[in-house]
């Protein structure tokens, strides 16, 4: 019987490559970058990270945590940042005390630019520290939305790099705020300038994001009367008010819209009642509705649905319509968004679009990371919608049509009128010409 000799080679491998001390490890080479001139492709490969402008930034921003209320550091971090590749730079205080700020960018002096690139600088919590693997990068902010500020800073440093913008066209502005009440976006309301065009970077994966759903934020409260369960005429049960209140509302058909398709709900959370002998005083829902369809109708809807029931509706700060969006960009693939923005925040008659790296279905998890590569990409990406915003050259017309066409009596579906070239190749694939579309629960 031969035995292959192979195996054993690899059981004994570990031990002598532990009992042999090479002569070289890669932080004796990296330390040796240090003193001697080699070659920048050495480096990079040995440094990938530290190397790349891009890279090193987006580490940067991750490594300084920014959960929503203690954007602080980072903030001051990435002011500093850009007053060092000579943007003139204005922070807006947000919060009473002045420790959270907004970051408002530009070239020069002149502030009221054609087009701003935002994104926000807090992420939720907890911090997950900076992690590579291969081509991935892990940790808080990775993706949602740290790899959105990194690469609009490089797009935009490279465009005036390569005299392609000057000043009065391009500010960048970094909020605060924006996964918990928008406050740091609302603030900027006060800054001045009213744009032409605001690109908002939130992980889209590198697609134009075509709308995103709207939200209604409320509490369902149902007041009883307690008293002993055997004697159950002499209480009000709050608990089975609320249980048909939010039966009525499982069942209501709330409005939906051709664009974002149907309005989804959310009972988050119940409490109510203080024992199993006891008729229950007071009960409790919190409630989230992703609205698709016209606002006013959704509340409307909401109401109806419990007006015979002894239950208060609460709504909770957070309430807007869905958010149409423009995506008249040529060579972008399109996407539907279902999760909440800063983009109702900031009002103005500007041009919006959504684009940026990363998939919301990682934002917020344990796991959130962000392909290198789509950094990479989402440079390109916000270079391409920055210049067509001040130059256009390549629009698609961005007004989806709700026109029904009767021809042979076949009704087109309404996303098969849009007409970007990507959508336009699903719809040969796809002959029922229904264009496929990602639709993402995530993130307020
Ligand atoms: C810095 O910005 C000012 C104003 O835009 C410009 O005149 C100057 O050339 C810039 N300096 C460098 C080093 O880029
Ligand atoms: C600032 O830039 C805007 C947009 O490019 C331009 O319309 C405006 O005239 C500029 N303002 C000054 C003072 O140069």
Redesign the pocket.
């Known amino acids: 019987m031969k035995v292959s000799s192979t195996p054993l080679a690899f059981l004994l491998f570990p031990l002598a490559s532990s009992a042999f001390k090479l002569p070289f490890t890669l932080e004796t080479i990296k330390t040796r970058f240090e003193s001697i001139e080699l070659p920048q492709f050495i480096k990079k490969y040995a440094d990938p990270i530290s190397t790349s402008p891009l890279l090193s930034l987006h580490k940067s921003l991750i490594d300084i945590p920014s959960i929503t209320g203690n954007e602080r550091e980072v903030g001051q971090w990435l002011s500093n940042y850009l007053i060092s590749k000579n943007f003139t730079v204005e922070t807006q205080s947000v919060s009473e005390d002045g420790e959270r700020f907004n970051i408002f960018a530009y070239i020069g ?6 087009t701003l690139v935002t994104s926000h600088i807090d992420t939720v919590p907890p911090y997950i520290p900076y992690r590579v693997s291969s081509g991935s990068i892990y940790g808080r902010g990775s993706n949602d939305a740290k790899s959105s500020v990194a690469a609009q800073i490089i797009a935009v440093e490279e465009l005036i790099a390569s005299s392609t913008i000057h ?3 391009v500010s960048l502005l970094f909020v605060v705020g924006e996964e918990t009440t928008g406050d740091g976006m609302k603030a900027a309301n006060e800054l001045g300038p009213a744009w ?1 065009t605001v690109i908002f970077g939130e992980p889209t994966e590198n697609k134009l994001a075509v709308g995103h759903k709207g939200i209604i934020m409320f509490d369902i409260i149902a007041e009883g009367r307690a008293s002993h369960s055997g004697y159950p005429e002499l209480g009000v049960n709050a608990n089975s008010h609320l249980i048909r209140a939010l039966y009525n509302l499982e069942n209501a058909k709330l409005p939906s819209s051709n664009l974002l398709g149907e309005s989804t709900m959310n009972v988050g959370k119940i409490e109510g009642g203080v024992a199993a002998n006891v008729i229950s005083p007071h009960a409790i829902a919190s409630v989230l509705v992703r609205v698709a369809g016209d606002l006013d109708e959704t509340l409307a809807v909401i109401q109806k649905s419990v007006q015979n029931l002894p239950v208060e509706i609460k709504l909770l700060g957070v309430t807007y319509g869905p958010q149409v969006l423009d995506y008249d960009v040529e060579g972008f693939q399109s996407i539907v968004c279902s999760y909440g923005t800063d983009v109702p925040n900031l009002h103005g008659e500007h041009k919006k679009y959504l684009y940026g790296p990363g998939s919301i279905l990682t934002a917020h998890s344990d796991n959130e990371y962000v392909l290198k590569s789509d950094l990479f990409e989402a440079v390109a990406g916000y270079k391409k919608l920055i210049k067509e915003s001040l130059w256009p050259t390549k629009r698609v017309p961005s007004i989806i049509e709700k026109t029904v066409l009767v021809e042979e009596e076949v009704v087109i579906p309404v996303e098969a009128v849009s007409s970007s070239a990507s959508i336009k190749e699903t719809e040969a694939a796809k002959p029922e010409g229904v264009e496929p579309k990602t639709s993402v629960d995530g993130e307020l």
């Open positions: 002096q002149n502030r009221t630019t054609h000043e009065g066209d032409k």
